[in-house]
T-cell receptor, first 115, second 111 residues
Framework: DTEVTQTPKHLVMGMTNKKSLKCEQHMGHRAMYWYKQKAKKPPELMFVYSYEKLSINESVPSRFSPECPNSSLLNLHLHALQPEDSALYLC??????????????FGQGTRLTVV | GEDVEQSLFLSVREGDSSVINCTYTDSSSTYLYWYKQEPGAGLQLLTYIFSNMDMKQDQRLTVLLNKKDKHLSLRIADTQTGDSAIYFCADPYRGTDKLIFGTGTRLQVFP
């Protein structure tokens, strides 16, 4: 099983809503990632969790709050988002830390629209 | 910071070879990666190359690495319509967990 599963696939939310994106992998990977991808742009890293601890936060606004409840799950909690936060949110996982082969497997993404 | 550049667009005839190029600035990476993204979908890892290799072949895919010029290429032999997608090269920033993606090359295959 080389799958990273993201739910929901699509999400429309108002600027006052609170919602969560979910990501799951069962490959035993110890690093998990959130990326944001705007239309016609490459993915940009938001957060990295390594062994369930936050290791990289790319100066992401606090309206995005990541959570790693266990080694298989990664959540992204959303609150008071802006329309410019509309994007494809991609989750990824990899087996080990940087410096080794960080072969990252990506989910299909959640297409988020903020209205 | 790290810059990873690609040409934006490539159009090839079905059956021909495609070559997608990538240049990068960080020379400390141990591995370099190629990903494929179909419309509305996530990223699929295609292949990777270890930095002490010059070439890696994987079925229809050939990766060439020129470390001196910091140039990476992906050759797809016998390109098919199903290969139409955006292709990203990716470089781990200074050997960290942070993948820096290239600007992406949109490959269009016509019959």
């Amino acid at each position: 099983d080389t799958e990273v599963t993201q739910t929901p696939k699509h999400l429309v939310m108002g600027m006052t809503n609170k919602k969560s994106l979910k990501c799951e992998q069962h490959m035993g990977h110890r690093a998990m990632y959130w990326y944001k991808q705007k239309a016609k742009k490459p993915p940009e890293l938001m957060f990295v969790y390594s062994y369930e601890k936050l290791s990289i936060n790319e100066s992401v606004p606090s309206r995005f709050s990541p959570e790693c409840p266990n080694s298989s799950l990664l959540n992204l909690h959303l609150h008071a988002l802006q329309p410019e936060d509309s994007a494809l949110y991609l989750c990824a996982s990899s087996q080990d830390r940087a410096g080794t082969n960080t072969e990252a497997f990506f989910g299909q993404g959640t297409r988020l629209t903020v209205v | 910071g790290e810059d990873v550049e690609q040409s934006l667009f490539l159009s090839v005839r079905e059956g021909d070879s495609s070559v997608i190029n990538c240049t990068y600035t960080d020379s400390s990476s141990t591995y370099l990666y190629w990903y494929k993204q179909e419309p509305g979908a996530g990223l699929q890892l295609l292949t990777y190359i270890f930095s002490n290799m010059d070439m890696k072949q994987d079925q229809r895919l050939t990766v060439l690495l020129n470390k001196k010029d910091k140039h990476l290429s992906l050759r797809i032999a016998d390109t098919q319509t199903g290969d139409s997608a955006i292709y990203f090269c990716a470089d781990p920033y200074r050997g960290t967990d942070k993948l820096i993606f290239g600007t992406g090359t949109r490959l269009q295959v016509f019959p």
